[in-house]
């Protein structure tokens, strides 16, 4: 259920593993074997590329190169590639492009929930779109249901102001499980144990009177 989450911490993990350990000739050695295989069409390796360059692992770090690398690896259809450009373009204020690149990803891979996440935050925030709350909800759900949990605490959130209080204790406390801290909060407000499922009704009711 979050193997995208696992596999970025895993691969930071990886890169401040060998930093520390690998002679930094050895390490700009890697980043240029990468970097060669890539230019030969190596998807794996325009995605450690695009790593590289975004980092400054090995190499200087270069805005420009990192997203024509995964720019790259996404139109050879790796989903992971295409969250990268979007967040790339996400960090630059460039929100247009960045919605268009996490919509690509979600549409390669639905499991790709980091995608959906950053799709929820730019619907709700209205940024670089008009302000669409129903269509941030379709995406933290799909996040949601993939196990991310600040997309299943903002999916409650929004489902609350809907009236919906059966769906709101749903995720809440899925995410509260999961020890969202604000989920777990809202859950233990009500005076209840969060980790009891059986709970859920009893939050519903919770929720619906405190925000009536």
């Given at each position: 259920m979050k193997?995208?989450?696992?596999?970025?911490?895993?691969?930071?993990?990886?890169?401040?593993?060998?930093?520390?350990?690998?002679?930094?000739?050895h390490w700009q050695g890697m980043a240029i074997s990468a970097i060669t295989s890539a230019e030969k069409g190596t998807v794996r390796d325009m995605v450690r590329?695009?790593?590289?360059?975004?980092?400054?692992?090995?190499?200087?770090?270069?805005?420009?190169?990192a997203v024509r690398?995964?720019?790259?690896?996404?139109?050879?259809?790796?989903?992971?590639?295409?969250?990268?450009?979007?967040?790339?373009?996400?960090?630059?204020?460039?929100?247009?492009?960045?919605?268009?690149?996490?919509?690509?990803a979600v549409g390669m891979s639905l499991e790709q929930v980091q995608a959906s996440w950053e799709l929820g935050q730019l619907y709700l925030r209205g940024l670089g779109v008009e302000p669409d709350r129903d269509r941030a909800a379709a995406h933290f759900f799909n996040a949601a249901a993939f196990g991310h949990a600040p997309a299943q605490y903002?999916?409650?959130?929004?489902?609350?102001?809907?009236?919906?209080?059966?769906?709101?204790?749903?995720?809440?406390w899925h995410a509260a499980e999961q020890r969202h801290e604000a989920a777990a909060q809202r859950v233990q407000a009500c005076a209840l144990p969060v980790f009891d499922e059986n709970a859920v009704p009893k939050l519903a009711e919770c929720l619906a009177g405190r925000h009536g």
């Open positions: 193997r995208l989450q696992i596999a970025v911490a895993l691969f930071v993990l990886t890169l401040s593993a060998a930093h520390a350990q690998v002679p930094m000739q590329a695009g790593h590289y360059y975004r980092t400054g692992f090995g190499v200087h770090r270069d805005w420009t190169q690398w995964y720019r790259r690896a996404a139109q050879m259809g790796d989903a992971n590639a295409a969250y990268w450009a979007g967040k790339l373009y996400l960090e630059s204020q460039r929100y247009d492009e960045a919605r268009q690149w996490f919509a690509r903002e999916l409650a959130q929004l489902m609350l102001e809907k009236g919906n209080a059966e769906s709101a204790a749903h995720w809440l």
